[in-house]
C-alpha cells in the first residue's frame, strides 16, 4: 500500500527555519513528481511545491519562492522540504502528496500524509 509520512514540523519564531521530511513507500518513488500542500486554520488547502520525478524541475507558489526550498534523494525515497525566514502566516499542516502523473506534475494528488504542524510564534 502507499504510504506518506510527514515529520519535522514544530513550533519556531518568526525568521526561523525548519525542515520537513517525507517518507514514501508502496509505489515507484523514482517515476513520480511529489509535492507539498498545506493548510492554514480556518483555511483551505494551498499548493506550496512541487517537484519532477529526478528533482531536475522545482515549482513554488509565489508567497513561498526564495524562502522555501525542495528536494528529494530517491535513494532514501524521500522529498523534503527545507523552510526558512518563517512568518506567522506560514503556520499550518503541511501535507506530502503524491503527483498522480509520472515524471512531471499535473497536480492531481492521488495520497497524501497525515500531516505535521507547523507553528510560526514568537
Known amino acids: 500500500e502507499v504510504q506518506l509520512v510527514e515529520s519535522g514540523g514544530g513550533l519556531v519564531q518568526p525568521g526561523g527555519s525548519l525542515r520537513l521530511s517525507c517518507a514514501a513507500s508502496?509505489?515507484?518513488?523514482?517515476?513520480?513528481?511529489m509535492n507539498w500542500v498545506r493548510q492554514a486554520p480556518g483555511k483551505g488547502l494551498e499548493w506550496v511545491a512541487s517537484?519532477?520525478?529526478?528533482?531536475?524541475?522545482?515549482n513554488y507558489a509565489e508567497s513561498m519562492k526564495d524562502r522555501f526550498t525542495i528536494s528529494r534523494d530517491n535513494a532514501k525515497n524521500t522529498v523534503y522540504l527545507q523552510m526558512n525566514s518563517l512568518k506567522f502566516e506560514d503556520t499550518a499542516v503541511y501535507y506530502c502528496?503524491?503527483?498522480?502523473?509520472?515524471?512531471?506534475?499535473?497536480?492531481?494528488?492521488?495520497?497524501w500524509g497525515q500531516g505535521t504542524q507547523v507553528t510560526v510564534s514568537s
Open positions: 502528496a503524491k503527483d498522480h502523473s509520472v515524471g512531471a506534475p499535473d497536480y492531481e494528488f492521488d495520497y
Open positions: 508502496g509505489f515507484r518513488f523514482d517515476d513520480y513528481a
Open positions: 517537484i519532477t520525478w529526478n528533482g531536475g524541475r522545482t
